[in-house]
């Protein structure tokens, strides 16, 4: 297993897959073993707007509004990320691209950088046990807790195991609420699956189970030579 820069060619690397199918636990836990830098957009949009940066002065707009930042913001943001020091051996982006448009003005962004084209990993679900899994999900009211009814129950139904909080349901976490995201996620992210296909870029990996044994799968693809 390859250990960090230890002469590895630099690489970016994207992670696709449904909301719930934890790509961003994933990233975080393989990206430092490769020597990558692990960009989630989320982080990116939180880092830019809270320096006030122009990016994240436009991004703010349209999160505040409850609307979509444009492409070409996030594109900018991405830009200037991946031009940091940390990425100089490469990374792994988690959260964008969504679309197949996205998609294209990243190779855009991509052509002449040292990275090459990049290894995309697709985390296949099984959409009933992620509805499960999504469903499953309860939060805690005092502190926060995450559980999950069927995967990781708290020791007494209802009741959180920390503060004895009430835990609920989030109305995002509802079975309609997230049918019609994973669809709409679907909808989306076919024709991106498509296109990473056709150009060669593209390594599914089976991404239910524990968590570990997820982690050795997505090592053992990223560890593959190209
Ligand atoms: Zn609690």
Known sequence: MPDGSGGAPPRAVIFL????????????AVAGRFGLAHIST?????????????????????????????DEVVLGMVGDRISQPDCKNGF???????????????????????????L???????SDQLLRRL??????KVGGEIYNVYDCPP???????NDGGELFQRPDDREEVIRERLSQYEAQTRPLVDYYQGAGSLAEVNAMGPQAEVTGRVLEVMARPR
């Open 42 to 70: 989320g982080d990116m949009f939180r880092d830019h707007m809270s320096r006030n940066t122009p990016l994240g002065e436009q991004a703010k707009k349209f999160v505040q509004s409850g609307g979509l930042v444009p």
């Open 120 to 126: 995309v990993i697709y985390f296949a679900v099984d």
């Open 92 to 118: 792994v982006l988690d959260g964008f691209p969504r679309t197949k448009p996205q998609a294209e003005a990243l190779a855009e962004t991509l052509r002449n950088r040292p990275w090459g084209k990049p």
């Open 135 to 140: 469903t499953g999900r309860r939060t805690c």
């Open 155 to 161: 020791k007494v139904p209802g009741r959180c195991d």
């Open 17 to 28: 897959g449904p909301p719930g199918a934890g790509k961003g636990t994933q990233a975080k």
